[in-house]
Protein backbone atom coordinates (compact mmCIF):
# COMPACT_ATOMS: atom_id res chain seq x y z
CA UNK A 1 0.00 0.00 0.00
CA UNK A 2 0.72 3.56 -0.43
CA UNK A 3 -0.43 6.24 1.18
CA UNK A 4 0.61 9.82 1.66
CA UNK A 5 4.21 8.65 -0.41
CA UNK A 6 4.12 6.41 2.29
CA UNK A 7 5.03 2.64 1.41
CA UNK A 8 3.47 -0.35 3.55
CA UNK A 9 4.31 -3.52 2.13
CA UNK A 10 1.37 -5.77 3.18
CA UNK A 11 3.38 -8.60 3.19
CA UNK A 12 5.53 -7.57 6.44
CA UNK A 13 4.74 -7.68 10.14
CA UNK A 14 4.10 -4.60 12.04
CA UNK A 15 4.78 -3.12 15.41
CA UNK A 16 2.90 0.08 14.57
CA UNK A 17 3.86 2.13 17.79
CA UNK A 18 7.70 1.59 17.63
CA UNK A 19 7.81 1.87 13.79
CA UNK A 20 9.09 -0.97 13.38
CA UNK A 21 9.03 -4.01 10.63
CA UNK A 22 9.56 -7.41 10.71
CA UNK A 23 9.85 -10.56 8.28
CA UNK A 24 10.12 -13.35 9.72
CA UNK A 25 12.71 -16.00 8.00
CA UNK A 26 13.33 -19.72 9.31
CA UNK A 27 13.20 -18.61 13.08
CA UNK A 28 14.65 -15.22 12.55
CA UNK A 29 13.11 -12.05 12.81
CA UNK A 30 15.09 -9.14 10.28
CA UNK A 31 14.15 -6.14 11.16
CA UNK A 32 13.96 -2.32 10.01
CA UNK A 33 12.44 1.34 10.19
CA UNK A 34 9.34 1.69 8.40
CA UNK A 35 8.96 4.16 5.35
CA UNK A 36 7.05 6.97 7.66
CA UNK A 37 9.64 6.16 10.61
CA UNK A 38 12.81 7.03 8.46
CA UNK A 39 10.35 9.95 7.00
CA UNK A 40 10.14 11.49 10.23
CA UNK A 41 14.07 10.92 11.00
CA UNK A 42 14.88 12.60 8.07
CA UNK A 43 18.39 12.01 6.23
CA UNK A 44 20.47 9.91 8.98
CA UNK A 45 23.56 10.75 9.64
CA UNK A 46 25.06 7.24 12.49
CA UNK A 47 23.92 4.86 13.87
CA UNK A 48 25.35 3.04 17.01
CA UNK A 49 24.61 -0.32 16.69
CA UNK A 50 24.33 -3.10 19.69
CA UNK A 51 26.70 -6.63 18.76
CA UNK A 52 25.37 -9.50 18.06
CA UNK A 53 24.71 -12.03 20.69
CA UNK A 54 23.66 -9.25 23.04
CA UNK A 55 19.88 -9.90 24.34
CA UNK A 56 17.81 -6.88 24.11
CA UNK A 57 14.64 -6.83 26.25
CA UNK A 58 11.21 -5.76 24.54
CA UNK A 59 10.73 -1.69 24.03
CA UNK A 60 14.49 -1.44 24.63
CA UNK A 61 17.35 0.02 22.43
CA UNK A 62 18.85 -2.24 19.77
CA UNK A 63 20.72 1.01 18.48
CA UNK A 64 20.45 4.40 18.30
CA UNK A 65 19.81 6.38 15.30
CA UNK A 66 21.05 9.80 15.16
CA UNK A 67 19.61 12.34 11.98
CA UNK A 68 19.96 16.25 11.70
CA UNK A 69 16.86 16.24 13.80
CA UNK A 70 16.41 13.65 15.54
CA UNK A 71 18.70 11.28 18.26
CA UNK A 72 16.65 8.00 19.36
CA UNK A 73 16.33 4.55 19.84
CA UNK A 74 15.52 2.12 17.53
CA UNK A 75 13.29 -0.28 19.65
CA UNK A 76 13.23 -3.99 19.76
CA UNK A 77 9.76 -5.24 19.11
CA UNK A 78 9.81 -8.25 21.44
CA UNK A 79 12.56 -9.55 23.43
CA UNK A 80 15.38 -10.95 21.41
CA UNK A 81 18.96 -11.97 20.43
CA UNK A 82 20.54 -10.45 18.01
CA UNK A 83 22.53 -12.43 15.02
CA UNK A 84 23.54 -10.37 12.93
CA UNK A 85 23.90 -6.37 12.07
CA UNK A 86 23.89 -4.47 8.42
CA UNK A 87 26.84 -2.23 10.33
CA UNK A 88 28.99 -2.89 7.25
CA UNK A 89 26.41 -1.44 4.59
CA UNK A 90 25.56 1.79 6.85
CA UNK A 91 29.04 1.84 7.04
CA UNK A 92 29.57 2.33 3.68
CA UNK A 93 25.92 4.07 2.56
CA UNK A 94 24.37 6.11 6.18
CA UNK A 95 21.48 6.49 3.54
CA UNK A 96 20.35 3.05 3.11
CA UNK A 97 17.03 3.15 5.39
CA UNK A 98 16.20 6.89 3.90
CA UNK A 99 16.86 5.24 0.13
CA UNK A 100 15.28 1.37 0.35
CA UNK A 101 13.81 0.83 3.67
CA UNK A 102 12.34 -2.41 4.05
CA UNK A 103 15.46 -3.93 1.18
CA UNK A 104 19.35 -3.30 1.64
CA UNK A 105 18.02 -0.60 4.77
CA UNK A 106 17.64 -3.39 7.06
CA UNK A 107 18.99 -2.96 10.66
CA UNK A 108 19.34 -6.28 12.49
CA UNK A 109 18.55 -9.99 12.43
CA UNK A 110 17.46 -11.60 15.77
CA UNK A 111 16.34 -14.44 17.00
CA UNK A 112 12.78 -13.73 18.88
CA UNK A 113 12.86 -15.10 22.65
CA UNK A 114 9.51 -14.68 23.52
CA UNK A 115 7.53 -14.01 20.73
CA UNK A 116 4.57 -16.00 21.85
CA UNK A 117 4.16 -14.17 24.82
CA UNK A 118 5.54 -10.48 23.09
CA UNK A 119 3.92 -10.66 20.21
CA UNK A 120 0.63 -9.90 20.35
CA UNK A 121 0.29 -6.32 19.30
CA UNK A 122 1.91 -6.50 15.42
CA UNK A 123 0.39 -6.41 13.18
CA UNK A 124 0.13 -7.43 9.01
CA UNK A 125 -2.37 -7.37 5.88
CA UNK A 126 -5.26 -5.27 6.39
CA UNK A 127 -4.78 -4.44 9.98
CA UNK A 128 -1.24 -3.27 9.47
CA UNK A 129 -2.37 -0.56 6.45
CA UNK A 130 -5.48 0.57 8.24
CA UNK A 131 -3.47 1.32 11.00
CA UNK A 132 -0.75 2.98 8.98
CA UNK A 133 -3.40 4.80 7.61
CA UNK A 134 -4.90 6.27 10.64
CA UNK A 135 -1.00 7.37 11.87
CA UNK A 136 0.06 9.12 9.01
CA UNK A 137 -3.10 11.02 9.03
CA UNK A 138 -2.55 11.68 12.50
CA UNK A 139 1.09 12.27 12.38
CA UNK A 140 0.74 14.53 9.14
CA UNK A 141 3.48 12.42 7.43
CA UNK A 142 4.10 12.91 3.45
CA UNK A 143 6.77 10.18 3.02
CA UNK A 144 10.15 10.81 0.60
CA UNK A 145 12.65 8.92 0.01
CA UNK A 146 16.19 10.12 -0.53
CA UNK A 147 18.14 10.01 -4.03
CA UNK A 148 21.68 9.26 -5.01
Known amino acids: MIYYGCDIPEDLYYDVERDVWIRFEDGVAVLGMTDPAQTRCGKLVAIRFKRPGKVVKQGKALATIESGKWVGPFPAPFTCEIVATNEEAFARDILLANKDPY ?41 FRCAD
Open 103 to 143: GEGWLFKVRPLDLEAEGGHLVTGEEATRRYRERIEALDIKC
